[in-house]
T-cell receptor, first 112, second 112 residues
Framework: SQTIHQWPATLVQPVGSPLSLECTVE??????LYWYRQAAGRGLQLLFY??????ISSEVPQNLSASRPQDRQFILSSKKLLLSDSGFYLC???????????FGDGTRLSIL | GQQLNQSPQSMFIQEGEDVSMNCTSS?????WLWYKQEPGEGPVLLIA?????ELTSNGRLTAQFGITRKDSFLNISASIPSDVGIYFC????????????FGAGTRLTVKP
């Protein structure tokens, strides 16, 4: 069966520091991969998605970037974090765009 | 872009009661999905709906894809304490299969 892993589970970073969140999927090939941000008490906002290695689509202009160096690895990065980058970041996968997305357990990012 | 209006925002019910929540939009969607999220975890898919008018059950949960393609509801029958969590509707609009919009969630509390 397919599994999705995100790490770290929690992260506290100072303003201006870099960021790297990692997501990997097992048990499937060539998945579509997604990064979402969830603000407290809110729904999810799609940040990036990828349909293949090296292919990244950005949904919202921001301080973050994404990369997909391997088929089942998706990375969310920032060079300099802002206070507004705090939130709960979720990675998800699907077999293709029209199919339901399945989520990891998220990373709670706090910026001080 | 297409926005999803989810209601109610929160519900406090007694164990054994039935629950109903819904999502509406001013635009049509090709797919409607319902997820449940528990604290510190990612959303878990409950039901996926692909056709207007479709009615699908998953145990005590029943969801329907509205005929107009602009709404969906989720019913939970005979609620139990483990139903506690935040329920999100999500919809995939026409034009981009990788775009998924989320409602703001319904927070369900079940009193034993």
């Amino acid at each position: 069966s397919q599994t999705i892993h995100q790490w770290p589970a929690t992260l506290v970073q100072p303003v201006g520091s870099p960021l790297s969140l990692e997501c990997t999927v097992e048990g499937t090939s060539n998945p579509n991969l997604y990064w979402y941000r969830q603000a407290a008490g809110r729904g999810l906002q799609l940040l990036f998605y990828s349909v293949g290695i090296g292919q990244i689509s950005s949904e919202v202009p921001q301080n973050l970037s994404a990369s997909r160096p391997q088929d089942r690895q998706f990375i969310l990065s920032s060079k300099k974090l802002l206070l507004s980058d705090s939130g709960f970041y979720l990675c998800a996968w699907s077999t293709q765009g029209s199919q339901p997305q399945h989520f990891g357990d998220g990373t709670r990012l706090s910026i001080l | 872009g297409q926005q999803l209006n989810q209601s109610p925002q929160s519900m406090f019910i007694q164990e054994g009661e039935d629950v109903s929540m819904n999502c509406t939009s001013s635009s049509i969607f090709n797919t409607w999905l319902w997820y449940k999220q528990e604290p510190g975890e990612g959303p878990v898919l409950l039901i996926a709906l692909y056709k207007a008018g479709e009615l699908t059950s998953n145990g005590r949960l029943t969801a329907q894809f509205g005929i107009t393609r602009k709404d969906s509801f989720l019913n939970i029958s005979a609620s139990i304490p483990s139903d506690v969590g935040i329920y999100f509707c999500a919809g995939q609009p026409p034009g981009n299969n990788n775009d998924m919009r989320f409602g703001a969630g319904t927070r369900l509390t079940v009193k034993p």
